[in-house]
T-cell receptor
Framework: DAGVIQSPRHEVTEMGQEVTLRCKPI?????LFWYRQTMMRGLELLIY????????DSGMPEDRFSAKMPNASFSTLKIQPSEPRDSAVYFC?????????????FGPGTRLTVT | QKEVEQNSGPLSVPEGAIASLNCTYS??????FFWYRQYSGKSPELIMF????GDKEDGRFTAQLNKASQYVSLLIRDSQPSDSATYLC???????????FGTGTRLLVSP
């Protein structure tokens, strides 16, 4: 059974460019989360979806960030324009709803470097 | 005050010893508690979770909850060098799917 899939695994871009990160959640999971991890701030939740609907985007740092989930098997996180301070590892995670079971399973992450 | 706090470490223990990792949380409404292990350069991996109704043991790992003092602990018995990683504590509040993560404790198990 495939886990959460993310692409690309590494992205290097210049300041001002648009960056799109992609995620395929585990089949059957109805929650999807986007996180950002840096040494300084640790793991931060950016946004999460339930059944493809954005539920909480309070962690999105600013309007340069946007996320979509057009269907149950695909989500994107877009940064436009990118800035050096956006450099981080971005993780996607998914979770099923089984009673009280809310375990989140993480993808391998995308390491973003903005120069 | 941070919502979830952990000592950054490193916590160094010899092989075969018990490693004890702790985490404190600020929201008394928290109901579910999770421990993730993250190897360097890898993604967080769920190893244990407990709900507000008790402790849990799984192999060499035991998660304990002290609601009165608002802390969660993870005990690793017979620690192995392969346990060397950063351990992230995460807390979820009732009615929400959001996990709030601590910044992690780095564990080093020496042979």
């Amino acid at each position: 059974d495939a886990g959460v899939i993310q692409s690309p695994r590494h992205e290097v871009t210049e300041m001002g460019q648009e960056v799109t990160l992609r995620c395929k959640p585990i089949s059957g999971h109805d929650y999807l989360f986007w996180y950002r991890q840096t040494m300084m701030r640790g793991l931060e939740l950016l946004i999460y979806f339930n059944n493809n609907v954005p539920i909480d985007d309070s962690g999105m740092p600013e309007d340069r960030f946007s996320a979509k989930m057009p269907n149950a098997s695909f989500s994107t996180l877009k940064i436009q324009p990118s800035e050096p301070r956006d450099s981080a590892v971005y993780f996607c995670a998914s979770s099923p709803t089984r009673g009280l079971s809310y375990e989140q399973y993480f993808g391998p992450g995308t390491r973003l470097t903005v120069t | 005050q941070k919502e979830v706090e952990q000592n950054s470490g490193p916590l160094s223990v010899p092989e075969g010893a018990i490693a004890s990792l702790n985490c404190t949380y600020s929201d008394r409404g928290s109901q579910s508690f999770f421990w993730y292990r993250q190897y360097s350069g890898k993604s967080p991996e769920l190893i244990m979770f407990i709900y507000s109704n008790g402790d849990k043991e799984d192999g060499r790992f035991t998660a304990q909850l002290n609601k009165a003092s608002q802390y969660v602990s993870l005990l690793i018995r017979d620690s192995q060098p392969s346990d060397s990683a950063t351990y992230l504590c995460a807390v979820m509040n009732t009615g929400f799917q959001k996990l709030v993560f601590g910044t992690g404790t780095r564990l080093l198990v020496s042979p």
